[in-house]
């Protein structure tokens, strides 16, 4: 599984960008790119778990709900729920008119925050579950 497991890496590596530019966007107050960026990273780590868990490529998806339904990642309810919510903005965050007229004037602050908070959450349970250690800059190869 060396192979697997660097390809894992390198995905679950993209997953700690992704989340240091969900912060840097929720800090600059582009709430839209926050939600976006969270999105990303959550993606990225379960696509992550899913090369590890399945040893296969994950799916060609951003439907978060069927990568984690696809998953046996011992995420407590309330994490499920959270990744559920976040899904659509995939695609809210960044089109006018895909769910908000102006999606970068629409996206409170708190919603953003909201997402953040939980792809921070997500990326760290896959991290540990994965033993690919803490949040917090991509790990050195």
Do not use: C
């Amino acid at each position: 599984m060396g192979s697997e497991r660097v390809e894992a890496g390198d995905w679950y590596d993209g997953a700690l960008v992704d989340l240091e530019e969900a912060r840097t966007a929720l800090a600059s107050g582009r709430n839209n790119w926050a939600a976006f960026a969270a999105h990303q990273a959550v993606e990225k780590a379960l696509k992550s778990a899913y090369i590890v868990l399945k040893r296969r490529l994950p799916p060609e998806t951003n439907d978060l709900t069927r990568l984690l339904s696809e998953l046996e990642l011992p995420l407590p309810e309330s994490l499920r729920v959270g990744v559920s919510e976040l899904t659509p903005y995939y695609t809210v965050s960044r089109y006018p008119n895909a769910g908000l007229e102006r999606p970068w004037e629409g996206i409170e602050r708190s919603t953003a925050e909201k997402f953040v908070e939980l792809a921070e959450e997500v990326v760290k349970k896959v991290g540990e579950v994965l033993g690919f250690g803490e949040v917090g800059g991509t790990r050195s190869r």
